[in-house]
């Protein structure tokens, strides 16, 4: 059972890189960059820092934080990273809820130039965020918390060994930490944010219920959320927070960076992985246009 797994992911992959929009004039390379990358981590797993999008760097090795996806295809989330370019400019702030070890916040801060405030719950990843923000000199743009974000402020439980997987769990369990956890309310006193990225493993219910103010106001134009069934965990469904967004006048959209163009969806996106709702979609239609170009690989998108 465990050989089959490996092999549809290892199948998934290889379809992923084949199929990215970034490198299908270099589909080789791009598979080359994977499987040297796999067979030299075997030899020596090391840390090492690899460039980013123009001048910023990310550091990758072989663990579960997914990072490294961005070295064989330069964007791991090709429609929403180039969505998120294009829509900061240097006067924004971008709130990264479940940063992981940083790579968006790099793109908004290292790229765009704006504000970010970044939360990571788990310690050790929490470690590997600040790392890349060093490494790109952006630590007076970001602001970061080593705190959950949820409904109510409490202390809550959280896995801490499945790297990007990791999420709140209602049982002490062996493997966990206890962190504390605030509202997206508590974070958004000062300034509200121009886009929310939301990866949390299923808790997207819990932060929405704790933010209604933050969701109400105006300044807030964009959120990109996963949506992929995980909410499931903790009794909600994706059609339940996709309902909440709406109410809230937010409306899901597919991005397409080469052309620049918003479509909007009848529900959340359910062929990828990660749903953008904007509030406003001409008004975020004209940013997107007016923002300038970033080399991306091969690419001036």
Partial sequence: MKVIKKWRRFNQSIKFIWNHPLVKVERLKALFRYFSFHILTRINNAEKSIPFIESTKITIRRDLSGVATNYYTY????????FLLH???ENDLFLDIGSNVGTWVVLASGVTECKSIAIEPVKETY?????NINLNNIQLKVHTNNIALGEVESEVNISRSRGALNRILDSKKSDIELVHQKTLDDITIEKSP???KIDVE?????ILRGG??????PELQSIIIELKGNALKYGFSDEEIHHILTEYGFVPIIYAPFSRELKQLPNFNTKSSNTIYVRNIQNTGKIVRASRQYQVGKDRI
């Fill in 75 to 82: 964007l791991a989330d090709f429609e929403e990273m180039m």
């Fill in 87 to 89: 829509s900061l400019s």
């Fill in 127 to 131: 470690h590997e965020l600040i790392k």
């Fill in 194 to 196: 121009a886009i929310i």
């Fill in 202 to 206: 299923g808790y997207e219910m819990q």
């Fill in 212 to 217: 209604k103010r933050t969701l109400s106001n």
